[in-house]
Nanobody, 123 residues
Framework: QVHLVESGGGSVQAGGSLRLSCVAS????????MAWFRQAPGKEREGVAV???????SYLDSVKGRFTISQDNAKSTLYLQMNSLKPEDTAMYYC?????????????????WGQGTQVTVSS
């Protein structure tokens, strides 16, 4: 089965940056769509950024221009570079994967999830 492990979260001040990483293992093949989601306490999980295997990388509107999703296939690692962080970005951030080749920022598109890494942004 697919195993995803996130890292890189922490506490930063508003305007700061963090780089999240997600290391994947257990794939039978590398043709997966990958994404970052986040969930704040008491709120629904929302898609932050996705790299579909087929299609166009997309972002949550509120993070466009600030966050960049990327992946290193050789290292089986997904990244999320987060700049100009805001308190509203505070959440648990989850890495997700799916065999669906044209996935979007929808929780239901994804079958495999990491345990999350906490991002806290103070003002």
């Amino acid at each position: 089965q697919v195993h995803l492990v996130e890292s890189g979260g922490g506490s930063v001040q508003a305007g700061g940056s963090l780089r999240l990483s997600c290391v994947a293992s257990g794939y039978t093949n590398s043709r997966n769509s990958m994404a970052w989601f986040r969930q704040a306490p008491g709120k629904e999980r929302e898609g932050v950024a996705v790299i579909p295997w087929v299609g166009t990388t997309s972002y949550l509107d509120s993070v466009k221009g600030r966050f960049t999703i990327s992946q290193d296939n050789a290292k089986s690692t997904l990244y999320l570079q987060m700049n100009s962080l805001k308190p509203e970005d505070t959440a648990m951030y989850y890495c997700a994967s799916t065999r669906r080749l044209s996935a979007g920022l929808r929780v239901g598109d994804f079958a495999f999830w990491g345990q999350g890494t906490q991002v806290t942004v103070s003002s």
